[in-house]
Structure formats: C-alpha cells, structure tokens
C-alpha cells in the first residue's frame, strides 16, 4: 500500500473567508448589546442573549478554526485537528469515504472525519482515499432508521401512485431509475402538502380581521404558532430528505422551498405592523429580527446544495436574510403581545385628528397630543370599529403593556 504522509490545512483564501465570516458573526452577535445595555433595557437582553450567545460562541470558532485546521497522514493514521476536538483514525479502521461538493468524509464503523475541499492537498487526499479505500458513493446508500420508517409510511400513503414505464434499460438501471422516481415522486408531493398548509397559514393571517369571528380561526394564538412551526418545519426538510428536497436550487426538478420562507416572513410582518403599537421601541425588534435572520440564513447556507464559488450563492443568502429577518420581526412582534400578562399602565391623550387611509387596504389612526413622559409617539393605529366609536370625542385612554420580550405596547381604549 502506498502511504502518504503529510501535514495540510487550508487554502489562504478558505481561510481568510472563515475568518470573515466568524468576525462578521461576532461582531453582528456584539452590535445588539451594546444598544441595549445602553438603554438598560435588560429583559430583551436576557432573551436575546439565549440566540446570540450560541451564535457568539460557533462565530469564535470559526475564527479558531480558520488557524487551527490541520489534516495530518501519518504512516498508520490519519487525523483531523480541530480548534474543538481531535479524531483520528488508523487505516485499518477506515470503512470508506464519500465526496460533496463542500467536503470529503471518511467513516470509521461509528464516527467520521470530514475534510473540507478547501484543503491544500485535497486532490492528493482524494487520490490516496480512491487508491487504498472504498468510494461509499457507488454502493447502495443507507439511510437512517428514521428516515425509512418515514419513507415506509410515505410509500404507503402514496401507495396509489401510478408509476412511470421504463424501457431500454438493463434489470439494475430500472431498478435505480424507478427507485429515484418514486423518492422524487414522494418528496413532490410532501412539498405540496407543505404549500398547502403555508397558504393556509398565509391566507389565515392576511384574512384575520375578517374571520376572527369563525370559531376556528378565531384564536389568534393558533396562527401564529402554525406559521412558526412551518418555517422551522421548512428549515428541517431539506435536511432529512436525502437531497431530494432544495432550499433554492433549481436542480433536475427536485421541489425547493425559499419561496414560502418570503411569503410566511412577509406575512407575519404585515400582520404586526397593521394590529401592533409599540412604544418607540423598533430598534430593539429589530435586533431581535436581524439576529433571528442572520442564525437561519446561517444555518442554511451550510447545506450542501450552495457553492460558495459561485455569485448567485451571495445572492440567495441574502434572500434567505431577508425572508428569516421579516419572519423575526413578525413573530417576536406579534408574540410579545400575545404572551404578555404584564399589568397594564393607564395614560389619557388629547385627540387631535382622527385619520383614514384609503388604497389596497384601508388603515386608521389617531393623531394626539404627547400623553407619555418619555415617547415622542403621536399618531397610533386603531380598528375601523374603534374609529367609528372615537367619533365627536376628543380624549383617548391608551393602556400601555411590558410586552413578554421586554418591547412595550400600547391599546387605545
């Protein structure tokens, strides 16, 4: 057996983009803090420190790791040195190897290395592998116990399912070639229960004025929740569906789901803004909402569907910060409302216009005078209903609430 020796880590400019990318991550986890502690506003501090500190903390070593990485080939062994851990391997436990485009994995009967492509030597390390040891990548793949009960339980679903004919293929290729149908065939069709319910949920809240009187759909509550557990579901299902499901590729007509991350994002946002008043605290939801979009868009982008090489990458995680970033600020918005059983502070304000806005939708406000020792605010959002009994009075009791994430709001009475 041949045996390379060597000592490798990465190429200077995977290593100055690592570096990039954890000082960006810390200094975007930092920013938040300092606007806060200066305005002491500690509760927010507390909940947001349960997403930014974890963020901190991968950003951190990310930086470590940019320095750190080292792949080292002995005569026996081979290991991966970590700013986090150390694993190595003797050859005679390596069981194989696999190739993506972002990393090469070596597997051991219970563990794995993974090498990143960005490695020097890295064609040297996949010629050495494909010499000595088995590519996993041309035998049949396994998949997780969890990932075949629910193939099983998806196959017998769709069971119904008339299946494409194929001809002028050998017994093995129509066995491939059907099995990959019927995986695609299944993720379409997951992806379309998903939309269905996202434009429910989506139609639920446009719709919400109107409908709040369906028992059904009357809680408030229910609509946010399905809209937050369908985004986190949407997060996960590219992650377990064997790369048959894409986030944003357009790739041999597999389904992919951005589009949904924009339209439930966008949703929640435009529901808060037309039903919520906050007490001059925007900068503080949006600390919340921009750490919120940079943790997913993170969490995302290491996928493997996404090459860094290439521009349009950039510009789909930008989508992604945009989409998660709205989401964010919906759902921490209308949350810190529903969730809030903070006492109530009462103040009186003198009405100075009543105000209607007529367009695609039609909005009403209250135009007051100063009526809060430290907010400036003086036009406040109300219902049509409440516009309607405000007529020929000239004073307005506002209730001003903590709000659970420490964002104060405020219902005129």
């Known amino acids: 057996m041949e045996n390379v020796q060597g000592t490798y880590k990465l190429v200077k400019k995977a290593s100055r983009h690592t570096f990039l990318i954890g000082l960006v991550g810390m200094t975007m986890s930092t920013i938040p803090y300092i606007f806060l502690i200066r305005a ?45 851990t150390n694993r190595s391997f003797s050859f005679d436990e390596i069981r194989g190897f696999k190739i993506t485009p972002s990393y090469v994995y070596i597997y051991s009967n219970k563990k794995k290395i993974s090498i990143s492509i960005y490695t020097e030597g890295i064609d040297k390390i996949y010629g050495w592998l494909q010499q000595n040891f088995t590519n996993l990548d041309e035998l049949p793949q396994e998949e997780s116990d969890f990932i075949k009960k629910f193939n099983a339980f998806s196959d017998r679903l769709f069971s119904n399912l008339s299946e494409d004919n194929t001809t002028n293929f050998d017994n093995n290729d129509i066995t491939s070639s059907e099995s990959y149908k019927t995986k695609l065939k299944r993720a379409k069709y997951i992806v379309s229960i998903y939309n269905i319910l ?23 509550k229910h609509v946010l929740i399905l809209a937050v557990l369908l985004t986190i579901i949407g997060i996960i299902l590219p992650k377990i569906s064997t790369e048959f499901i894409n986030y944003s590729s357009k790739e041999e007509d597999k389904p992919y789901i951005r589009r949904i991350f924009f ?68 759902a921490i918005g209308i949350g810190n409302f529903l969730y809030d059983e903070s006492i109530p502070k009462m103040y009186k304000a003198k009405i100075l ?54 964002i104060p709001w405020l219902i005129p009475n």
């Open 263 to 330: 339209l439930l994002g966008m949703s929640l946002l435009i529901r808060f803004m037309l039903d919520v008043n906050l007490l001059d605290y925007y900068t503080t939801i949006l600390l919340y909402s921009l750490s919120i979009g940079f943790f997913l868009t993170f969490f995302i982008m290491t996928s493997r569907e996404f090459n860094f090489r290439q521009l349009k990458t950039y510009f789909q995680g930008l989508f992604f910060l945009l989409s998660f970033t709205a989401f964010g600020y919906g």
């Open 353 to 406: 216009k009543r105000e209607m806005y007529s367009g695609k939708v039609i909005l009403f406000s209250l135009k007051v005078e100063k009526w809060h020792e430290t907010s400036d605010m003086n036009k406040i959002k109300i219902s049509q209903e409440k516009y309607q009994q405000l007529e020929g009075k000239d004073s307005i009791s506002i209730y001003v609430k903590e709000g659970k994430f420490g």
């Open 198 to 220: 996202s434009f429910f949920s989506i139609g639920w809240l446009f719709f919400y004025p109107f409908i709040y009187k369906i028992s059904f759909l009357s809680n408030y």
């Open 40 to 84: 002491e506003l500690w509760k927010p501090t507390m909940y947001l420190s349960i997403l930014l500190v974890p963020f901190f903390v991968m950003s951190l070593v990310l930086i470590v790791h940019s320095f750190y990485y080292r792949v080292i080939i002995t005569e026996n062994t081979i290991l991966l040195k970590l700013p986090s």
